[in-house]
């Protein structure tokens, strides 16, 4: 008997399909319809005063790397925005391996406390969470400004004479974006690590692995389905982001978040805009391709 | 050799304290399968995790082979655990685990090799090398732990009640093994267990351990005929106390009268044996059931109860208390004794033993 013919899994079927239509409207609504819009916009003509022209164009596309130089219609890589892509790839990776270095040992810091401590080190670790993001960053601009904390203290002490140029370059940039996406690296190394069996550790030690030997042949392998997870949420939003670079970086450090706003407001090429977006999209695609690849060599480790 | 000078293992600084170990000391000799045996909590993991250097005692020396190990992290000991849980690494297959010990010891590749394949033959494992430790059976990590911890050849083996998470049949099996691999490697095994059966069957020498400190060491033989006190004669074994009262002593030999007025001759503890009221414990199958006339003590019999291999009779004495005998059992034989009979409990010269509380 097929599945159609029996009134009982046909009303199964149908059940299941009324259940799932909420997700369904806003997974079409929310994900799907913008991108669509986006896909679109990516390949219309831009209006004079910001918006676009039902005129179909690739320009948006190829102005994504190249340009037509204005006088002699010489076709160029357009210098600015692989810079522009570079850096934010180089800034997001760099923001990665700090968040690590600095998350990993915090991880494990707290996952060796005794286990009624360690809620309350994870809510000092959230706790920064709940604080607006903007607020968070002009605090760090507080501290690395010309006449912040850092400079000041430094200079009381003698240290300096003249003030450090930290704020508005790529360090400054560094600093905020670490600070911002720690926690996203720290939960998920805490959560593998917290289900680690520690007595695999004491194996380590007693056949004479040394502390680093341990930490690399014993707990990272345990550990790195967090690790990988903790990069991929410190990376993917790395990559799109706009306010620490905006506020941080002084409007000359650009990003791809801020490139891409710059093409929807001032820049009116809202093509571009569209084509930059799909862009990143494709890159964190890619880097998620390698997330789920390393994960699914991890699910064939252990099953 | 390894010798444990007055180790004690004090928890929490301030606010209460728990003493883990009080005051041990015991020498361990080479070659020996010695056996820590106690209840839960009496501190026999604890000294067995000082040994291996998880845990810093308090005060007190360990030293192998004259050798001070408590300046040694773990990692520079020349012992190897096999963990109650094993302990396996669930991201290497069977060989790789049994190989890391070595690895770690930088020995070259082609002699890591080689251990591994002796130690996958010695351990019967030698099909499952490839295999992830998660895709073999119980009795089969219970394996690969132990081939882990003697692939390096360790001086001391220390094992953490490692047969415990085992069902019997393959815990009977494993018992016999490890008796086969401790005389074969040559290696002395430290073996903490809370099993007395595991205890008696597998040690050169037991130490009855109990609240952090050690009751009585001796041969299997020595602990459960002759107890030292009424915790280790109640732990191991099925014992009978008898109230009775000591007379005098001469040397190991201690002359007793009993509650039912009769008087016999015991084996005395080793000191402090005052002539006055002693306990007495006599283990159930020392004592034979006979008439009740020129009996030691008499009573009437209150219950019989068969168990395949033997049966046990239990006696209720003249003047109270009871008293269990257990006799072997002999094909289609019935005791010809039944419930209500009147019977007398005797037991030879020697066999008692004064408990030294």
């Known amino acids: 008997m097929s599945d159609a013919s029996d009134p009982v899994a046909r009303r199964a079927s149908r059940n299941r399909w009324f259940l799932l239509t909420p997700a369904l409207v806003v997974l079409t609504l929310a994900a799907s319809g913008p991108l669509l819009v986006v896909m679109i916009y990516s390949f219309l003509t831009p209006g004079d005063y910001g918006g676009v022209v039902w005129k179909p164009s690739i320009d948006g596309w190829f102005s994504v790397l190249f340009q037509r130089d204005f006088f002699s219609e010489e076709l160029t890589f357009a210098d600015a925005h692989l810079s522009i892509f570079w850096r934010s790839i180089w800034l997001s990776l760099m923001t990665t391996i700090i968040t690590f270095v600095i998350g990993f040992p915090t991880a494990y810091f707290i996952a060796t406390r005794p286990a ?79 289900r680690m069996d520690f007595s695999l550790v004491e194996a380590g030690y007693d056949l004479y692995a040394t502390r680093w030997r341990v930490l690399k042949n014993v707990i990272l392998p345990l550990v790195k389905p967090g690790v990988i997870a903790g990069s991929i949420l410190v990376f993917v939003p790395s990559l799109g982001a706009y306010v620490t670079p905006r506020v941080l970086g002084g409007g000359k450090q650009l990003m791809l978040g801020n490139l891409i706003e710059l093409q929807f407001g001032q820049g009116r090429n809202w093509p571009l805009g569209a084509a930059l977006s799909l862009t990143l999209l494709f890159i964190v695609t890619v880097a998620l391709l390698f997330y789920v690849r390393a994960a699914g060599k991890e699910e064939g480790h252990h099953g | 050799m390894i010798e444990i000078g ?54 007190g020396t360990v030293a192998l082979d004259g050798q001070d190990l ?38 070259p590749a082609a002699e890591v090799k080689r251990t591994v394949d002796e130690m996958l033959a010695l351990v019967r494992m030698t099909e499952m090398a490839g295999r992830k430790t998660s895709e073999i059976s119980g009795g089969q990590q219970q394996r690969v732990a132990l081939a882990r911890a003697l692939a390096p050849r360790p001086k001391v083996l220390l094992l953490d009640e490692p047969l415990s998470a085992l069902d019997f049949k393959l815990r009977k099996e494993m018992q016999i093994e490890l008796k086969r691999l401790q005389s074969e490697t040559g290696i002395t095994f430290i073996f903490v267990t809370h099993d007395q059966e595991e205890a008696l069957t597998m040690s050169d020498r037991i130490a009855v351990m109990r609240a952090g400190s050690i009751r009585q060491i001796g041969g299997p033989r020595d602990i459960y ?85 033997d049966t046990h009779f239990h006696v209720d004495l003249d003047g109270g208390g009871s008293f269990v005998l257990r006799q072997q059992n002999q094909p289609d034989q019935k005791s010809g004794r039944s419930t209500g009979d009147r019977v007398g409990v005797s037991f030879p010269a020697g066999v008692g033993q004064v408990l030294r509380d």
């Open chain 1, 116 to 194: 009624n401590r360690r809620d309350t080190w994870m809510l000092l670790i959230i706790i920064p969470f709940w604080t607006n993001l903007l607020i968070r960053t002009f605090a760090v601009m507080e501290l690395i400004r010309n006449e912040g904390t850092v400079n000041s203290l430094l200079i009381a002490l003698g240290i300096i004479d003249q003030p450090i140029q930290m704020l508005f370059t790529d360090f400054a940039v560094l600093v905020g974006m670490a600070y911002v996406f720690l926690p996203l690296m720290v939960l998920p190394i805490y959560a593998s690590m917290e």
């Open chain 2, 6 to 59: 007055g180790v004690t293992k004090v928890y929490g600084g301030r606010g209460p304290t728990f003493t883990a170990l009080d005051n041990v000391s015991v020498t361990i000799r080479d070659n020996e399968f010695f056996t820590l045996l106690g209840p839960s909590g009496c501190g026999k993991t604890t000294l067995l995790r000082v040994i291996a250097g998880f845990v810093d005692p308090t005060s």
């Open chain 2, 70 to 107: 408590l300046q040694l992290p773990p990692y520079k000991r020349p012992v190897n655990t096999v963990f109650q849980s094993y302990a396996l690494f669930p991201h290497m297959t069977v060989a790789e685990n049994i190989g890391f010990g070595l690895k770690m010891l930088d020995r």
């Open chain 2, 225 to 309: 005929d002759h107890p030292a006190e009424r915790f280790v004669a109640d732990f191991i074994g099925d014992t009978n106390f008898l109230d009775a009262t000591l007379l005098s002593v001469d040397g190991t030999a201690a002359r007793v009268k009993l509650a039912s007025g009769a008087e016999t001759t015991v084996r005395a503890p080793a000191e402090g044996a005052k002539a006055g009221p002693v306990t007495l414990a006599v283990r159930p199958e020392h004592a034979t059931l006979g008439n009740a006339d020129g009996a030691l003590l008499a009573g009437k019999l209150a219950n019989i109860i068969y168990f395949g291999t």
